[in-house]
């Protein structure tokens, strides 16, 4: 009994595993991204455990500002800081401007990415996809001459879009 109780247990763990992405083949392309509105916070090195507060936070302001047309976006910069908010669209000099007195916002103009879609089910879906996607861009990195540089995630519905943009040596 207790051995089945052990195979049952290990056969749910592989199907959530594999519910989350952990088996999701991670293939990186190159193509355009942006210009995106980006409204966020900036958050310290070593305070992530932060993002869905803040997310949540500016979420909430957004909506209360009247901006419909949003997905989250976080970028995380090499030094371990970050901005943690969402690309908007459609919004109005006063609908930034109704906006709490500590978001920021700005354009992240349009160029060229490294891009690896993931699949997003939930918020752990950034985590997976985080130890899924990080070693393919390096590796792609480092095989076509490119530069560490800020990497960003967007959340677009139910993907994950991860995006670096391509800086030569």
């Known amino acids: 009994m207790a051995l089945f109780v052990l ?4 056969a749910l763990l592989l199907l959530g595993a594999a519910w989350m992405g952990a088996f999701h083949r991670v293939e990186v392309a190159e193509r355009d991204c942006g210009p995106f509105t980006f409204v966020y916070l900036p ?20 909506e209360a500002a009247g901006v419909r047309a949003r997905k989250p976006l976080d970028v995380f910069y090499p ?3 970050g901005e943690i908010g969402f690309a908007v669209e459609g919004t109005t000099p006063a609908q930034l ?4 007195d500590k978001t920021a916002d700005r354009t992240i103009p349009a160029q060229r990415c490294m891009a690896v879609e993931f699949p997003w089910r939930n918020r752990l879906s950034f985590m997976v996809g985080y130890v899924k996607v990080d070693p393919a861009l390096a590796a792609w990195r480092a095989a076509h001459g490119y530069r560490k540089v800020e990497a960003m995630a967007l959340n677009d519905g139910g993907t994950i879009l991860y995006l670096q943009p391509i800086v030569r040596q």
């Open 7 to 10: 195979v049952a247990l290990a």
């Open 43 to 62: 958050i310290a090195a070593g305070e992530m455990g932060q993002v869905g507060a803040i997310t949540t936070r500016i979420d909430a302001a957004l």
């Open 97 to 100: 401007a109704a906006l709490p």
């Open 79 to 81: 030094d371990g800081t």
